[in-house]
């Protein structure tokens, strides 16, 4: 079977990605979480803001276990198509001060904009 050709992966380590990211929060079960689109990661939490942050140190666990493993093709998975109409159906959230750093810094990847919008089922669009 022949294999696919893709970007060299070590090349990744050397380079520092900015990338912006797109999170649909919504309740499940008496919490919130947030479910961002472009990794199909989620954190929850009490309030949007704390579900936000736990979303982002997922992100950053698994930038860092991406980096370790060298299997990059873990990094970049979408979520389901059914998690980007609700956040085209959604709300614009401000956080406020938010900090989208990891504990410990990820070299290669920064957070530098977070888009957010609340998602509930009154946001539903009529058929």
């Keep these: 079977m022949h294999e696919a050709t893709r970007p060299k992966d070590e090349g990744m380590q050397s380079k520092r990605y900015k ?6 929060i919504y309740r499940e079960n008496g919490e919130f979480v947030a479910h961002c689109l472009e ?8 309030t949007p803001k704390h579900a936000i942050t736990n979303m982002c140190d997922a992100i950053f666990a698994q930038v860092e276990e991406v980096l370790r493993s060298g ?20 709300k614009n959230v401000t956080l406020g001060e ?7 810094p990820v070299d290669c990847i920064e957070i530098e ?5 609340e998602y509930s089922d009154s946001d539903l669009i009529p058929a």
Excluded: H, K, W
């Excluded at 093709?73 to 085209?88: E, I, K, T, V």
């Design 98 to 104: 938010l900090c989208l750093a990891p504990e410990t």
């Design 39 to 46: 990794f199909d990661l989620v954190g929850c939490g009490d």
């Design 113 to 117: 904009q977070l888009e957010a919008r």
């Design 71 to 90: 299997n990059f093709g873990n990094l970049f998975s979408p979520a389901d198509s059914a998690y980007f109409q609700m956040f085209a159906a959604g």
């Design 19 to 24: 990338m912006p990211i797109r999170a649909v």
